[in-house]
DNA sequence: CTCATTAAGTACGAGACTCAAACTAATGTC
DNA sequence: GACATTAGTTTGAGTCTCGTACTTAATGAG
């Protein structure tokens, strides 16, 4: 995991190597013959980069796949279990975290209540005493915050439901993976990266994800990549004047989407109490809108106040698949369709594709998936190298 | 201008050329020392670099600046008038054309009215044939135009107000220039770019360019790349649900942006007559402003629901700065100071950088400019090599 | 069973590139 | 005029990719 800043050959060697990892993510196991037609290098070059690779211990060589003539390809496949990345999440009321393998599996995942620096640290600690042993490399860590981060990717300019002492958690932070920097970035960013690498949206290059809470936000990715704006504020969409123009909003003005379709106004809309968390919330309206006729009409009113606010930034954007996670997730199509139905109302009729809504399937934990997928970055285009 | 597709180690030295030429555009005439620091690549490496780009006739070697002790350094500079771009665009109601050099010295600038091929075939001819000669090189040739542009960067998936057959246009683009391809890309796209490499967004990273005709427009730079969305359709502003929801749009739809600030709206709220183009107009409307009081409190109107539109997309894109060209730019602040009170009042009070509103200062041209422009793009990535 | 056929992977030499260090060149300072 | 200082070039070593030729491992026809 040297990193190295020399700009001579070695760096195109670099690069060769992250389009080798990338085809095999995205093609799944493959001989170097194929992975030499799609990354558009010369045989022997993949031949010499799988070579060093299967020397790093990060691709390993599968059985021959015999049946066709000639001699029988031997596909290469990222090796699991030995190259991981920490993904971590700090929340209102949750910390997350997920561990997760350069082949792609989701090597563990866990949550548990806590909002203070020491329940992060704590599940942290035992999560990587738990997978990160002697025979395995951390390539590195990142941790997922509801708030804006500076352009440094390490230090947060602003999280106001975030009741910690930055400084605190940065100091913790240090202490829990000593000698490596862990990057700093913003959840709804993280979801959206999560979704578009693990769920609803794989394979897609231009999504939105929009995860509703207390709060409304939106993940940007555009060309695979996160879009972050020019202070990192991309995606903070709660506060667009959009729906009802006199609904008050929790930051004083009215006319917020927030004050429209956030997790309270949901509950307001069809007569029901907070739980625990939105997720729980969410699920006990659902199971109630089956016998309740009012339960679904008042969803039916958000629903209608989602599709508003993605029309607008359908129109801006133009994804082709919107995502939605948080409490909108359990309730599934009592929210999308009638937001489904708006949006086709007002996307301008000569607009191709509509965009796709979608539910959320990953669960609690996307954000911090979605945050041990981007340590994984650095990797894949190349800047970073794996080595024993 | 040889188009290479070896994956070698020209490669890296086509990618190594391109920061080079990217950094003289940025820094202005350099020396190598200074080209070395800025790159990060080692002297003897830009020293070649360098004489290969002078050899082709990229970079010419300027006067020695003595003054200082040691050696004086003998700066090179970007050699403009040898290697040309043709930007090119077909509108409603004109046509224009832009010659760029490699230094970004705009050779040739020109519009007329007309809206057929023929129109922008004959300006296009004329064009070339007084600035493009035996001694200049022509690098790439971008068509503008107002429409949807396909992802191969060549076909228009829709063009409700290009009254033109677009396979003939196509035919013309070819017999244009023999032999070589002719990118099409979106008008407003072109002159975001246009805005951000010449206009009142040089230098920042993330702008929003929002073009007033009778249609409203945006062009979105992100991190300098023009953003096109899943369909290319992203940008597409004007039918968002903004400003009066009783305001009949063109598109049969109410409450469209574009029926509260298109030329239309705005001439119905100041109560005046279109004249020949949208600048002229706003020219007169900005005249008549200055002793009518009913005018100014027409524009007060447009320009609160111009930055009740641009606090919309400020949520979502985050931009640093928002160029309004079109109809705008002749009224600058007539529009602009109600825009930025409404946008005051509308953003996020965390948000750190309000975005910063400005008038366009490029005119008609802007998007033959940008078009330009963006067929050097492949020259400064390293993509296209420029050889004498 | 033998051998031609087919296709995957490897060895090798040529060519291109970057880099660090040594070297040359040009200027100001004392 | 010697010397310090900075710019730019020369040189030799080290890497990298590539095309070609070769080896290896399977199938199928006779």
Request: net charge negative; glycine share 14%.
């Amino acid at each position: 995991m040297r990193q190295r800043s020399t700009a001579g050959t070695e760096r195109l060697r670099r690069s060769n190597t992250g389009a080798v990892l990338r085809a095999l993510r995205r093609l799944g196991p493959s001989t170097r013959v194929e992975l030499a037609r799609d990354t558009g290098l010369a045989k022997a070059t993949v031949g010499v980069i799988v070579a060093d690779l299967e020397e790093a211990g990060a691709v390993i060589e599968e059985g021959s796949r015999p049946g066709v003539r000639g001699r029988p390809g031997r596909p290469v496949a990222l090796r699991g279990g030995r190259f991981l990345t920490l993904g971590l999440e700090l929340n209102v009321d949750y910390v997350s975290a997920v561990v997760l393998d350069l082949a792609g599996t989701i090597v563990a995942s866990s949550s548990r209540p806590g909002s203070a620096g020491e329940d992060l640290r704590d599940l942290a600690r035992t999560t990587l005493s738990e997978h990160v042993g002697a025979d395995t490399r951390l390539v590195g860590a990142t941790l997922a915050v509801p708030g804006l981060v500076r352009g440094d990717n390490a230090t947060v300019a602003w999280a106001p439901n975030l009741h910690v002492a930055w400084p605190g958690v940065s100091d913790l932070l240090e202490t829990l993976v000593p000698g490596r920097r862990i990057e700093v970035s913003n959840d709804a960013n993280c979801a959206a990266y999560a979704e578009s690498h693990h769920g609803a949206a794989v394979g897609v290059a231009h999504s939105l994800y929009l995860t509703g809470t207390v709060g409304i936000g939106a993940g940007i990715v555009q060309d695979g990549e996160v879009m972050r704006g020019g202070a990192g504020f991309a995606g903070e969409v709660g506060h667009m004047p959009v729906g009802d123009s006199t609904a008050l909003c929790g930051c004083g003005r009215r006319g917020c989407w927030e004050a429209s379709i956030g997790l309270h106004a949901m509950l307001a809309a069809v007569d029901m109490v907070e739980l625990d968390t939105p997720l729980r919330t969410a699920e006990a309206v659902a199971v109630r809108a089956r016998t309740h006729p009012g339960v679904r009409a008042g969803l039916e009113r958000v629903g209608r106040d989602v599709g508003l606010g993605l029309a607008m930034l359908s129109n801006v954007l133009d994804p082709e698949v919107v995502v939605l996670g948080g409490y909108f997730a359990p309730l599934g199509d009592l929210v999308l369709e009638p937001a489904r139905r708006t949006l086709d109302e007002r996307l301008p009729s000569q607009m191709q594709v509509r965009p796709d809504l979608r539910p959320s399937t990953l669960g609690i934990e996307a954000a911090a998936l979605g945050a041990a997928e981007r340590s994984f970055g650095p990797v894949f285009t190349g800047e970073l190298e794996l080595s024993a």
